[in-house]
């Protein structure tokens, strides 16, 4: 990894959106040099009706640009958009220094973050399988056919050695991230087993989620402003008002246009989301595209088939809120993750919102029945706890999931 800071020139492309969609696309590539320990020079823009199948941008801007580089000679030139493998490999002889795109960029990022086996090889998935149909774009040096003994007879270009070694490289990822999966899905199921009630943070990346889940869990997930501050999924236990445990889990933030290997290589990851009971939705009030950052997460939940999962949306930085900000409808709540009071009435909340999914019990207890007392004080929400002098037993009111084992001893006492 580079210590000094690469220099980089942005060049971005507007298609028909709106000015202030444009702009915010280019401050957020701009953002995301920053996480990569970039350092932007000079800005390009140019609006067009589609991009140049060839060069991305036009021929007089393109001149334009190769001025611009040689007046300020950058490390890095970053494109807006994903590329096509024939504009890479062209804007790439046109320019010295090396040509990223938006995809290329949020991988390295991605690459920087990672922090456990399988985010570094989800990270090296996603690397491998947009590289694979780029390969011809990487230099000469590459499609040279080898010479000399044990080379003659059909003869194999560089190129094809290098497919087929990713090729392979792809396949024994795929095989060891699927190990992991079933480890997951077995912790999994032995949580379910458990009939833990879960709860998953979700939001744009940037948002505040780390922050929030770090002041909810106290655990030490890794916190900072800036994209993809966390990759890899974190589980803790959090305590809800009433002392009824819960499992909350930390994962990876959303942006917009998330390219279609991350989404697919990140798919595992955000499993844990798909197990939850109740989605925590994170969103940055402060940031005055926040109702875009809201739709990209919901639209990005949609795709991994888990927006019928109930959701509390979380509006986040209260205290910078926006001057036109408008909460959605449904089940919504406004905090700063830092203030204590807030954070108390979004524990309230999410109980509010468990017990609406759980069944209610009004039961008799025996008092030598200590066992079964303990796990409706630690597994279930327990609303009354009276001790009846005359029956040696206790009156116990609350609520539990529908699914837990101890609904069984429950009907016995029932009233």
């Known amino acids: 990894m580079t210590t000094h800071e690469e220099t980089a020139i942005l060049v971005g492309c507007q ?16 953002s995301l040099t920053a996480t990569a320990k970039g350092k932007v020079i000079a800005t390009m823009e140019q609006k067009r009706d589609r ?106 270009t560089k190129l094809e050695s290098d497919r087929r070694h990713i090729r392979r ?41 780390s922050t929030l889940f770090n002041r909810l869990s106290m655990a030490e997930s890794f916190e900072e402003d800036k994209l993809f501050a966390t990759l890899d999924p974190l589980t803790r236990r959090l305590v809800l008002p009433s002392g009824y445990s819960v499992l909350i889990t930390d994962t990876v933030g959303f942006i917009q246009d998330l390219p279609t290997t991350l989404v697919a290589a990140f798919r595992s990851t955000l499993e844990e989301a798909r197990e939850a009971d109740l989605l925590l939705h994170v969103v940055d009030c402060s940031n005055p595209d926040y109702i875009n950052h809201e739709e990209t997460v919901l639209k990005l939940l949609e795709e991994l088939e888990i927006e019928h999962l109930p959701q ?35 524990k309230q909340k999410i109980e509010h919102m468990a017990v609406s999914s759980m069944q209610h019990y009004h039961v008799i207890i025996p008092s030598h029945e200590g066992r079964l007392l303990s796990v409706l004080k630690s597994e279930t929400i327990l609303r009354e706890l009276t001790f009846l002098e005359a029956e040696q037993a206790y009156k116990c009111k609350g609520f539990v999931l529908s699914d837990h084992p101890v609904t069984g001893s429950l009907k016995l006492y029932e009233i």
Do not use: C, W
């Open 15 to 30: 298609l028909g959106e709106s000015d202030y969609r444009f702009q915010y696309s280019m401050d957020e590539l701009a």
């Open 51 to 156: 991009l140049h199948p060839s060069t991305y941008i036009g021929k007089g801007k393109l001149e334009e640009l190769q001025t611009l580089v040689e007046e300020l000679e950058p490390d890095l030139i970053i494109i807006n958009d994903e590329l096509t493998p024939t504009q890479l490999r062209n804007l790439q002889e046109q320019f010295s220094g090396r040509v990223l795109d938006r995809t290329q960029l949020i991988l390295d990022i991605f690459a920087q973050r990672a922090k456990t086996r399988e985010g570094k090889l989800q990270v090296e998935l996603a690397q491998l399988q947009y590289l694979l149909p780029r390969l011809a774009g990487q230099g000469i040096a590459l499609s040279r056919l080898g010479g000399g003994i044990g080379t003659r007879g059909p003869g194999e």
């Open 169 to 209: 490289r792809i396949d024994e990822i795929k095989r060891q991230l699927e190990t992991i999966v079933k480890h997951r899905e077995g912790y999994r199921s032995r949580r379910r087993r458990n009939n833990t009630y879960q709860i998953a943070i979700v939001g744009y990346t940037n948002a505040g989620k």
């Open 312 to 346: 509390l949306i979380v509006y986040n930085k209260a205290d910078q809120i926006v001057s036109d900000f408008v909460p959605s409808s449904g089940d919504t709540i406004l905090i700063s993750a830092f203030n204590e009071n807030d954070r108390n009435l979004l």
